[in-house]
């Protein structure tokens, strides 16, 4: 996390863009703004998504994976959601994979 933040601040500090790649959603999360999401078979076909802000493409990446996430109260981190848990249910009855706004 530490490494996000500088990354972040260099970016706004010098009003510039960029193009991060990781599979760490906790990082993800805290450095974009926006996000493309990849999809297709590994080693045969794949396709991107145009870049989309990022609930947008959190929620696309997380509904394939049928998995969804909540803010710790605590830290604000997102965290997954257990299986069939009551706001696991709520949330993909709203559509919304991605933890739910206040």
Same mark, same amino acid.
Do not use: C, W
């Given at each position: 996390?530490?490494?996000?933040? &500088?990354?972040?601040?260099?970016?706004?500090?010098?009003?510039?863009?960029?193009?991060? &790649?990781?599979?760490?959603? &906790?990082?993800?999360?805290?450095?974009?703004? *926006?996000?493309?999401?990849?999809?297709? &078979? /590994?080693? @045969?076909?794949?396709?991107?998504?145009? /870049?989309?802000?990022? *609930?947008?493409?959190?929620?696309?990446?997380?509904?394939? @994976?049928?998995?969804?996430? *909540? *803010?710790?109260?605590?830290?604000?981190? /997102?965290?997954?959601?257990? @299986?069939?848990?009551?706001?696991?249910?709520?949330?993909?009855?709203?559509?919304? !994979? !991605? !933890? @739910?706004?206040?």
């Amino acid at each position: 996390m530490i490494a996000a933040r &500088v990354i972040r601040k260099i970016i706004e500090s010098r009003n510039a863009a960029s193009l991060i &790649v990781d599979h760490d959603i &906790v990082f993800i999360d805290y450095i974009s703004d *926006r996000a493309m999401v990849f999809d297709g &078979v /590994p080693g @045969l076909e794949g396709h991107a998504s145009k /870049p989309t802000d990022l *609930r947008t493409s959190m929620n696309k990446f997380l509904g394939n @994976l049928n998995v969804t996430f *909540r *803010r710790d109260k605590e830290t604000k981190r /997102p965290r997954v959601n257990k @299986l069939d848990s009551y706001l696991d249910r709520e949330q993909k009855e709203l559509g919304e !994979y !991605y !933890y @739910l706004t206040d």
